[in-house]
């Protein structure tokens, strides 16, 4: 007998005494803590966040935010991240520059039913699949060419075949033994009214007497299907009652399914169409009381079998304690531009608006769309660098507001910057194919260039430009500013000629969402106040950084609010447009604050932008006016109510006084 088998004997000897055991375990935001034979828990493993338990014959897998991480036998743990995708983050501190290697942010981790060496993995960009039990990952491109990658599984009957669920592209399926293409699986999903599907939550591939049988669930609108191949259809088995939930952690054992809902952990019995609470409380209150934690993931095994295996417990837990959480919450304000500001009647006007609807902040362009500051600086960085136009005389005007208990909250455009675009001969701006000159969009009709857009970028990645406007959000805080509100934390997305921009600052294995991720770090270690971000609608309503890299799971780990421009108008016509036609309005604020606030995982103050201007699409012809805005605002108060700010740029608000009437004094 060779030494290899030999080996290879001890070693699943060794695997099958630990499994003989009964054994919990317990995935939190700190680490993996590790309950045996019923003994009190203990603390196994303490580099991260984990947020999936994956125990198989030879040994358990954890989904981190360290990545892969594998223990044979729960006392010695190792990363297995060969093949997967890292993100090259900047640090910039006292002038210097460092670098780390981060694995992506990882969404779901499934194994085989028929084979356990084979795993799957995915980021919101593509899958990652191992044959040898994670020695080293291959990677496969989101076949959507749409980020977002929610949930996986692979499976070995007859082939090697993986699904991918996404936010709302559906179901796809490749099988990797015959090399086929990508497909689409999405035939008795639910559709959503724009053509797209509903977010696919989780994936499940189960061995039932060696034949293969496939669950999914949707997020959102809640529902769990079983795929049926003679069909090639997906069949609804249980649909929650409720207008919005969420499902995740889907696992299913002896005809029953668990899994984890905004309620708690919940499991339903299939033979006798029962659903009922299924109580971790005692558990999970016992580990996070002893280790000060939060549990993301139970599993438990008896005789080497799993006897249930959740995830996705934060969705019923208390929202996370956040430094500036409270202090951002709450706040219902208005848009006013600066120039509204340094005009005493219009100001006073506003005031008296404010105080007659009830409204107790207000967000104020600081820093313009053109780049133009709207104070005069102390700062001698800013003073070098700035150009200061319809100045506020901030000595004044912030004791006053103080005063009025108004919370002030100062826009700052960052990355499209006219000024820092000029400055020095263009030393900051994104330039063009050749390296030198500065890049700007251009539009086209047949092939002919019309005109450029006005629009003027500065690089991202420049450490300098990240430097330059902390320090005026520094200096806007010590000036009596509650809040910081970043505006454009994007790159360019207009423009024929969007692929000839280069980006001069860009640093070895950086990419754009690690340009923005280095950003928020550097803002948020030197911003002692908080922090609140403006995103398009879109990327508050699915779980995707598309076009903008504004993803919300990604940016809740460094602000303090996120700002969703739900507007109505921005959306296609037909969106949500059922009747009764008129209450649009109210179901895409309310749904949508829910969602943006799930996504970003219960840990950010969701404070919509509400559409107070009529941009004249075909709806806001037939419905714009004081119910349209009403219907906004009860959406969010009817969902999360963490507040909202009311824009329109020209500072015409005459309709709220409608809507609040007997609200104010």
């Known amino acids: 007998m060779s030494l290899r088998i030999i080996t290879l004997w001890l070693v699943l000897f060794s695997y099958s005494i630990l499994y003989a055991q009964n054994f919990d375990l317990a995935g939190s935001d700190e ?14 493993w303490k580099e991260g966040e984990v947020k999936k338990i994956l125990p198989l014959p030879y040994g358990t897998f954890f989904l981190t935010t360290a990545g892969i991480v594998f223990s044979a ?17 900047k640090y910039y501190r006292n002038g210097e520059k460092s670098f780390s290697n981060l694995v992506q942010d990882l969404k779901d981790l ?18 990652f699949v191992t044959t040898n039990a994670g020695g080293e990952w291959r990677f496969l491109a989101n076949p959507s060419f749409v980020p977002g990658i929610k949930s996986v599984a692979i499976f070995s009957k007859p082939d090697l075949q993986i699904l991918i669920g996404h936010p709302f592209k559906g179901m796809y399926r490749k099988n990797i033994s015959k090399g086929l293409a990508w497909e689409r699986l999405n035939k008795g999903l639910l559709e959503g009214s724009s053509g797209d599907y509903e ?39 249980l649909k929650l009652n409720s207008n919005f939930n969420m499902i995740e952690g889907l696992f299913f054992k002896e005809g029953k399914f668990y899994f984890s809902t905004l309620d708690g952990l919940t499991r339903w019995d299939t033979k006798a169409n029962l659903s009922e609470s299924f109580d971790i409380s005692r558990i999970k209150s016992k580990i996070e009381g002893k280790f000060n934690c939060k549990i993301n993931a139970l599993c438990s095994v008896r005789n080497g079998q799993e006897e249930f295996n959740s995830r996705g417990l934060w969705m019923a837990s208390p929202a996370p304690v956040k430094k500036y959480y409270e202090t951002a919450a709450g706040k219902r304000g208005i848009y006013v531009s600066a120039a509204a500001v340094k005009n005493k009647k219009r100001l006073e006007g506003v005031l008296d608006l404010m105080s007659d609807c009830g409204l107790n902040s207000m967000v104020i362009d600081m820093k313009d769309d053109w780049g133009n500051l709207r104070f005069k600086p ?4 800013l003073k070098k660098i700035s150009r200061a136009a319809g100045i506020i005389d901030l000595e004044q005007f912030t004791p006053s507001m103080k005063e009025k208990n108004i919370y002030l909250i100062a826009r700052l455009v960052l990355f499209q910057d006219r000024v820092l675009y000029d400055y020095n001969q263009h030393q900051f701006a994104v330039k063009d194919r050749s390296g030198r000159r500065p890049w700007q969009g251009i539009k086209k009709n047949k ?34 500013f509650d809040e910081i509100q970043f505006d454009y934390v994007r790159f360019p997305t207009d423009g024929e000629n969007l692929g000839e921009a280069y980006y001069g600052y860009k640093d070895q294995g950086m990419d754009k969402e690690s340009a923005i991720m280095s950003f928020l770090i550097y803002a948020r270690e030197n911003i002692n106040a908080p922090i609140s971000i403006d995103i398009y609608g879109a990327n508050g309503w699915w779980r995707t950084g598309a076009r903008t890299g504004q993803d919300v799971e990604l940016f809740r780990h460094y602000v303090d609010a996120i700002c969703p421009m739900f507007y109505p108008s921005h959306f296609a016509p037909e969106f949500l447009n059922f009747e009764p036609a008129s209450e649009r309005t109210y179901r895409i604020y309310h749904t949508g604050s829910l969602r943006n606030f799930y ?22 012809r037939k419905y714009y006016g004081a119910q349209y805005l009403a219907n906004e605002v009860k959406g969010v108060e009817d969902s999360i109510d963490l507040g909202y700010t009311f824009w329109n740029m020209g500072v015409k608000y005459q309709l709220l006084r409608q809507i609040y009437s007997g609200k104010g004094k």
């Not at 039913?113 to 980021?123: D, K, R, V």
């Open 31 to 44: 680490g993996i803590y590790l309950s045996s034979e019923g003994r009190e828990w203990i603390w196994a």
């Open 73 to 89: 036998d729960l006392s010695q743990f190792e990363i297995r991240n060969e093949g997967l995708t890292k993100k090259v983050v």
């Open 110 to 127: 499934e194994a085989d039913p028929f084979n356990p060496s084979n795993l799957i993995s995915c980021s919101k960009d593509g899958v």
């Open 199 to 237: 977010e696919i939550s989780d994936i499940t591939a189960q061995n039932h007497n060696r034949e293969l049988s496939l669950y999914a669930a949707n997020n959102f609108t809640p529902i769990i299907y079983q795929y049926s191949p003679g069909d090639n259809k997906w069949m609804t088995v």
């Open 378 to 381: 102390k700062s001698d960085l």
């Open 447 to 480: 092939d002919k260039t019309t005109g450029p857009i006005l629009e003027y970028w500065v690089d991202p990645f420049c450490e300098k430009a990240w430097e330059y406007n902390v320090e005026i959000a520094k200096e806007l805080i010590q000036r009596g």
């Open 599 to 620: 996504i970003g995982k219960k840990s950010v103050v969701i404070r919509p932008y509400i559409q107070a201007f009529n941009l004249h699409t075909a709806y806001d």
